[in-house]
């Protein structure tokens, strides 16, 4: 199974709203991460986590929450979002560095209204 | 962190082959060259890796400069299912990395 998966697909929320981005994967991977994409642009790293630790915080608001239960899952908590937040959001995991290959879910397409 | 540049867009013909360059001036001797491509609506994909020699696989061809400072991804046949964006990326060999996408090159492919 090399698959990494996100729920929802699709998420539309109201600035005062509180919902929870999913990311699952199987591989044993130890690192993973969080990406912000905006349309026509390439993915803004947000969070890594490394053996369930934050490891790298790329300055991101504190509407962001993120949480990794366990080896296998990341949690994107959200809270207090603003319109210009919408944005597909992307989980990826690695086995680990350099020349370990990096897996991307499909995403989680985020509408703040 | 090491930077990657490449051309913002190319188009070549449906069944020619494709070759993407990628500039990585400032790469460190410990820096693995990483391909990926995202197709519309989806993730990024692997298409590729190399550290410092020539890499082929089912999906490509990874061409490494003697001097490490650029690469060239090669599409062997380009078929339509090929229109991309393809990203080119440095992972670090020894450290957690942040992965930072540079703008990428919008691959365009005609029938």
């Known amino acids: 199974d090399t698959e990494v998966t996100q729920t929802p697909k699709h998420l539309v929320m109201g600035m005062t709203n509180k919902k929870s981005l999913k990311c699952e994967q199987h591989?044993?991977?130890?690192?993973m991460y969080w990406y912000k994409q905006k349309a026509k642009k390439p993915p803004e790293l947000m969070f890594v986590?490394?053996?369930?630790?934050?490891?790298i915080n790329e300055s991101v608001p504190s509407r962001f929450s993120p949480e990794c239960p366990n080896s296998s899952l990341l949690n994107l908590h959200l809270h207090a979002l603003q319109p210009e937040d919408s944005a597909l959001y992307l989980c990826a995991s690695s086995g680990g560095r350099g020349g370990n290959t990096i897996y991307f879910g499909e995403g989680s397409w985020l509408t703040v209204v | 962190d090491a930077k990657t540049t490449q051309p913002n867009s190319m188009e070549s013909n449906e069944e020619e082959p494709v070759h993407l360059p990628c500039n990585h001036s400032?790469?460190?001797?410990?820096?693995?060259i990483h391909w990926y491509r995202q197709l519309p609506s989806q993730g990024p994909e692997y298409v590729i890796h190399g550290l410092t020699s020539n890499v082929n696989n089912r999906m490509a061809s990874l061409a490494i400069a003697e001097d490490r400072k650029s690469s060239t991804l090669i599409l062997h046949r380009a078929t339509l299912r090929d229109a991309a964006v393809y990203y080119c990326i440095l992972r670090p060999m020894n450290r957690d990395d942040k992965i930072i996408f540079g703008k990428g090159t919008r691959l365009h492919i005609l029938p």
């Open positions: 400032t790469i460190s001797g410990t820096d693995y």
């Open positions: 591989m044993g991977h130890r690192a």
């Open positions: 986590y490394s053996y369930e630790k934050l490891s």
